[in-house]
């Protein structure tokens, strides 16, 4: 059973970047795709991106194109989403979550069953 | 984008009471929805999807029905444990998108 472990909370000066890291234990990435979603204090879930770590392509809200990047190292099964150019409104927990890719019909399915636990990260001065 | 509208903002109910909450899509989706349970400190939790399927390990007490543009999740006998935020999403296009989410009080 694949479980997703995000990396420890943050605090971020403004103008700073912010890297999140979401392994996979217990299995591999050939079959997943990797989603981005934040919960601002208060606020609702919203999506920030998707990766698919066995063709490393991405799609990325329109808000947060030019100052996000999602990656991921298949040896250690790691994902990683780098925020920057961070502000107070940046400021939220970021989860990770996988949803099924099958590559041989380049098929995805992006609703999510498999979420890590969720990564504070604080923008302040 | 599709905007994911969902009503209530909030309700309160009791233990044994049927609650259903509506999701409303701002263009066709076909049964590409899905619906989750998200409660303060956790990560959210797939109750629904492809609109009416239930993911493996949740209750039969809830259950979600519509395609294209409505669609309803529906709690049949209110538990103390079903607190939380339900939030649907659709999964028809990129951008993903979130409703804001509607907030369950247990009474």
């Known amino acids: 059973q694949v479980q997703l472990v995000q990396s420890g909370a943050e605090v971020k000066k403004p103008g700073s970047s912010v890297k999140v890291s979401c392994k996979a234990s217990?299995?591999?990435?050939?079959?997943?795709?990797v989603t981005w979603v934040r919960q601002a204090p208060g606020q609702g879930l919203e999506w920030m991106g998707r990766?698919?770590?066995?063709?490393?392509?991405?799609k990325y809200a329109q808000k947060f194109q030019g100052r996000v990047t999602t990656t991921a190292d298949r040896s250690t099964t790691t994902a990683y989403l780098e925020l920057r150019s961070l502000t107070s409104e940046d400021t939220g927990v970021y989860f990770c979550?996988?949803?099924?890719?099958?590559?041989?019909?380049?098929?995805?399915?992006?609703?999510?069953?498999?979420w890590g636990q969720g990564t504070l990260v604080t923008v302040s001065s | 984008d599709i905007q994911m509208t969902q009503s209530p903002s909030s309700v309160s109910a009791s233990v044994g009471d049927r609650v259903t909450f509506t999701c409303r899509a701002s263009?066709?989706?076909?049964?590409?929805l899905a619906w989750y349970q998200h409660k303060s400190g956790e990560a959210p939790k797939l109750l629904i999807y492809?609109?009416?399927s239930l993911q493996s390990g949740v209750p039969s007490r809830f259950s979600g029905s519509g395609s294209g543009t409505d669609f309803i999740l529906t709690i049949s006998s209110l538990q103390p444990e079903d607190f939380g935020t339900y939030y649907c999403?659709?999964?028809?296009?990129?951008?993903?998108?979130f409703g804001q989410g509607t907030r369950l009080e247990i009474k």
């Open positions: 999403q659709q999964a028809n296009s990129f951008p993903i998108t």
């Open positions: 979550a996988g949803s099924a890719y099958d590559m041989s019909s380049d098929s995805e399915v992006n609703w999510f069953d498999l």
């Open positions: 990766f698919i770590p066995v063709l490393n392509v991405s």
């Open positions: 492809a609109a009416s």
């Open positions: 217990g299995g591999t990435f050939s079959s997943y795709t």
């Open positions: 263009q066709h989706i076909s049964r590409w």
